[in-house]
Each structure stands twice: as structure tokens, then as C-alpha cells.
């Protein structure tokens, strides 16, 4: 079982940055794809970025060149770096990690953008 735990949500203005993190219990982290998922009111949950275990990264379309992803395997934690917020962003997101035997996902961040 690995349990992860988020944190760095909040509310910010429209152009600001917020850094979240994802810290995953378990000896599985290195060899596991790690990312995030967020879930707007009344939207479908959507990717928002992605890192393998081999440090490839995936990001949504909405997101590219505003939202960062990395690593650090001796933490076992993720961060995502989110610059130029803006009001569409606004949501749920969701941390979580596929080892090779499962996909288990953290309880879940609001990140609010708004003036």
C-alpha cells in the first residue's frame, strides 16, 4: 500500500505561481510514473502533468510552458512548479503514482484562482 500526501494548494491571484508537492510512502517511488490529475466543478478529471521513472514528462495542453514537474527520488517526492495561474485553473488536483503494480492517488488539493 502507498499512501501520498499533498500539499501547497491555496488560493492565488490570476498570474501568480504556486508550488505543490507530493510526498509517497513505499520503496516503489523510483520506479514509478508519478503526475497529477485535476478535476474542475462539473468537469472530468484531466491530466495535468506526468514524469516517468525515467524523467520523461507529459502536460496537458492547457498547461505547457506554465506548469513544471520534477522529481526527487530520495525524497520520494514530486513537485509541480504552476506559473502564470490563471482563473481556469481553478481546481481539484490530484497527485498520484503507478508502480508496477497499481495507481494509488493522493486525497486531493483545491487550488483557487481568483482576485
Known amino acids: 500500500q502507498v499512501q501520498l500526501v499533498e500539499s501547497g494548494g491555496g488560493l492565488v491571484q490570476p498570474g501568480g505561481s504556486l508550488r505543490l508537492s507530493c510526498l509517497a510512502s513505499?520503496?516503489?517511488?523510483?520506479?514509478?510514473?508519478l503526475g497529477w490529475y485535476r478535476q474542475g466543478a462539473g468537469t472530468a478529471r484531466t491530466l495535468v502533468a506526468e514524469?516517468?521513472?525515467?524523467?520523461?514528462?507529459r502536460y496537458g495542453d492547457s498547461v505547457k510552458g506554465r506548469f513544471t514537474i520534477s522529481r526527487d527520488n530520495a525524497q520520494n517526492t514530486v513537485w509541480r512548479q504552476m506559473n502564470s495561474l490563471k482563473p481556469e485553473d481553478t481546481a481539484a488536483y490530484f497527485c498520484?503514482?503507478?508502480?508496477?503494480?497499481?495507481?494509488?492517488w493522493g486525497q486531493g488539493t483545491q487550488v483557487t484562482v481568483s482576485s
Open positions: 498520484f503514482i503507478a508502480t508496477p503494480c497499481n495507481t494509488y
Open positions: 514524469i516517468t521513472s525515467g524523467g520523461g514528462t
Open positions: 513505499g520503496s516503489t517511488f523510483s520506479i514509478s510514473d
